[in-house]
């Protein structure tokens, strides 16, 4: 079992930054691919980004490409989410997720464990 605790979430002005984080325990956290994904209220959750468990691979939505970088720290058993140029469709519940594929993952069926979320609201 892994359990994945989010923070970083807040209030934040267009163009603005946030910084999301998520603390895994549990099981054997340096094997797993990590994902961020977002749901705004309404809407699917979507997929956002992800790295492999050596973070030497990561992929990202096309609504996040060179705006947002995924970075993780095995040794504190850590995964970050770096958010730049912050726009209002960027508002949403963000989590995070852990998924057996050590190279991550982009599909929500590939995730077994997730986080609870962290609210990221973005005004304009």
């Known amino acids: 079992q892994v359990q994945l605790v989010e923070s970083g979430g807040g209030l934040v002005q267009a163009g603005g930054s946030l910084r999301l984080s998520c603390v895994a325990s549990?099981?054997?956290?340096?094997?797993?691919?990590m994902g961020w994904f977002r749901q705004a209220p309404g809407k699917e959750r979507e997929f956002v980004a992800t790295?492999?468990?050596?973070?030497?691979?990561?992929y990202y939505a096309d609504s996040a490409k060179g705006r947002f970088t995924i970075s993780g720290d095995n040794a504190k058993n850590t995964v970050y989410l770096q958010m730049n140029s912050l726009k209002p469709e960027d508002t949403a519940a963000y989590f995070c997720?852990?998924?057996?594929?050590?190279?991550?993952?982009?599909?929500?069926?590939?995730?077994?464990?997730w986080g609870q979320g962290t609210q990221v609201t973005v005004s304009s």
């Open positions: 790295i492999s468990w050596s973070g030497t691979n990561t």
């Open positions: 549990g099981r054997t956290f340096s094997r797993y691919g």
């Open positions: 997720a852990a998924t057996s594929a050590s190279n991550g993952a982009s599909t929500i069926l590939a995730y077994t464990y």
